[in-house]
């Protein structure tokens, strides 16, 4: 099977060629996939063996569907000139439904980030086969969030170096301060409202760091320090927070709310925390109580709701939700008096 890296985009553009009917050359073919594999920032290929051995893993898999060799040619004028076979139109035996697409289009959007990793393969072929059946549907079937713009430059690196347990050197800014360069034991990887999150212990430290990808200035191996391993269990690493922040020396409280009707339906269904207890009080509305760390998450996520939901208890959470709006009402009063002097001038 061909092995080299980006073979699955190139089989998709070889396909699309071929599934025109038309014959090329191999000179033709090779611009044509350079051209796209430019374009989506891959490697363009330069070796002919390469080209020869893309067309003979394709051979392979249309005698598999088909059960002949699908790829043709013919000698003319010093030249071959390549073509699918009389009655085969693309190696793509099989149209994705629209409910694959959908599904497809979230995972995709999950996964980009590991395209390019030797035991990730499978990714390469699946992404490649759903580019090429959604290219022909002509309406939009589902639209996703994609992550922040700098979460992609080092996203690769920190989930590699994570699965291979490799210390790593980072130059990272904390928002409204200067970088700083730190060695790091990497540990697990966190989308948190589109932002992604590296969790990881500083050498000569033994807490966890909460490190955001988009404010990484940098990243390398470090081979001369020993990987270190976590004690911690990730998968119950966030039981009793909101979001991703663990405060210092924070204690888990006994968070009681009181929402109307019409909070009691999008805490039914989109939990403020996924171990949250929700009661139903009829028309007076619903209690909801969390045992969970209070975080600038959990006050961000109870700011949300605004007057539909409000702290019964503790009285500490209670405070801190009036001192916000407090905050925010003297925020919206100072830009209208901004606006009526404006007005005046």
Known sequence: MAN?????????????????GKEYTRE??????????EQRDMLPIRSRNTFSQDIIEMNEKLRKIYGVYGIVFDDRHKKRYYRYRDGIDSIYNRELTAEEI???????????GL????????LDQMTARFDQRAMGV??????????????????????????HKQTMNIDYRRFG???????????????????????ATIVDHEFITCFSLDRILSCSKNDSVPFVESGVDFNHYFDDIVGVSHPDNGQVEHIV??????????????????????ESLGEEGCRVTLDVMINNELIQELAFYGDHLCVESPMSLREMM????????????????????????
């Open 138 to 163: 002509n309406q939009t079937i589902a639209s996703f969030e994609d992550g922040t713009a700098g979460d992609a430059k080092f996203f690769l690196s920190l989930f590699d170096a994570i699965a």
């Open 102 to 112: 959908e599904r497809l289009h979230e995972v995709r959007s999950l996964l980009q």
């Open 177 to 199: 301060l200067d970088p700083k360069q730190r060695i790091i034991f990497p540990y697990y990887l966190k989308q948190y409202r589109r932002r992604w999150y590296l969790f």
């Open 28 to 37: 033709e073919l090779m611009a044509i996939v350079n051209k796209e594999l």
């Open 4 to 20: 080299t890296k980006d073979y699955a985009m190139r089989e998709m553009i070889l396909d699309r060629c071929f599934s025109t």
């Open 322 to 345: 009036v001192e916000r709006a407090r905050k925010q009402i003297d925020a919206h009063s100072q830009m209208e008096d901004f606006g009526d002097n404006l007005a005046n001038e």
């Open 115 to 122: 395209r390019g990793m030797m035991e990730m393969d499978w």
């Open 257 to 278: 709310l009181k929402g109307d009707r019409w909070v009691e339906y999008y805490l039914s269904t989109l939990p403020i925390h996924p171990l949250q207890q929700l």
